[in-house]
């Protein structure tokens, strides 16, 4: 069985899903863009306990891939949309009783250190490869 070099990314910056997903994004996002690829593709193999890579990714079904594919997106947009609040060290801050607190709602998704849209997570977990168990 041949396995996707861990390495490569399962979505390319030039991809036709890419530029329709981010059509007309400024050129902030341009730059960032292959760190964004890469960090959401490293959260969706957390997510999905390194499966792409055990069963390689010309092994996975059209759906599979397409889902994959299209949620690697979705968590690049959700990465760049919220990239201040992802990145903050701080958990909360008050200024004469005035206070906030930075705690994603319950439309997000958190596991092991892994963040995303709960519909996100929602559609990875329709491909079959998220769940904790052993693989047949």
């Not at 092994?59 to 990239?83: A, G, S, V, W």
């Not at 998220?130 to 047949?136: P, R």
Request: aromatic share 12%; net charge negative; hydrophobic share 35%.
């Amino acid at each position: 069985m041949h396995r996707k070099r861990s390495d490569q990314m399962y979505i390319n910056e030039n991809s036709d899903l890419f530029e329709c997903f981010f059509a007309g994004e400024g050129r902030d996002f341009i730059s960032i863009k292959c760190k964004l690829i890469y960090q959401a593709e490293k959260m969706i193999d957390v997510i999905t306990h390194n499966r792409i890579h055990a069963v390689g990714w010309e092994n996975l079904t059209p759906y599979q891939q397409n889902t994959i594919l299209e949620c690697t997106c979705e968590i690049i947009r959700f990465l760049y949309e919220n990239k201040d609040m992802i990145e903050t060290p701080l958990a909360s801050y008050s200024v004469n009783g005035v206070s906030m607190q930075f705690r994603f709602n319950s439309t997000v998704y958190s596991q092991s250190g892994v963040i995303m849209p709960l519909t996100t997570y929602a559609r990875l977990m329709s491909t079959g490869l998220c769940y904790a168990g052993g693989m047949e």
